[in-house]
């Protein structure tokens, strides 16, 4: 919980949990959050979880790189719509494997699909 103007506000996260138990707070937050400031104030305390609930050396030295990828990642499965409002709220979203340029949903899983399988002859 954090404290503001002497009185204890629920955090970002610990709403999204609320809003809906059952889904990854992250999915809830690119859901529900639409302001410049709420996403902003979303990734800031979004750092801080993985800080503090995340036991990696890769967490550990760039925080706010993982949040960026895993937020970026999570953007790539929801509409566009979304992926513009939070890349202009951060400025520095891209997808891990589409970039800038996320496809809609068929596209996207045909190209998951393809990606899927080269993996698989490879190993």
């Given at each position: ?15 999204m ?42 967490v ?10 895993e ?8 509409g ?28 996207a899983?045909?190209i998951?699909g ?7 002859r490879?190993?």
């Amino acid at each position: 919980m954090k404290e503001q103007e002497g009185e204890n506000q629920q955090s970002i996260i610990e709403r999204m949990r609320e809003i809906d138990p059952k889904r990854n707070f992250i999915f809830v937050a690119l859901d529900e959050l639409k302001s410049s400031e709420e996403i902003k104030q979303f990734m800031t305390e979004y750092r801080e979880w993985l800080v503090a609930n995340v036991n990696n050396e890769e967490v550990k030295r760039d925080p706010e790189g993982i949040a960026l990828r895993e937020v970026s990642y999570a953007l790539g499965l929801i509409g566009p719509e979304t992926t513009e409002r939070w890349s202009e709220a951060l400025g520095s979203l891209s997808h891990s494997y589409f970039g800038r340029n996320t496809p809609d949903s068929g596209t996207a899983y045909q190209i998951g699909g393809l990606a899927g399988r080269a993996l698989i002859r490879r190993n």
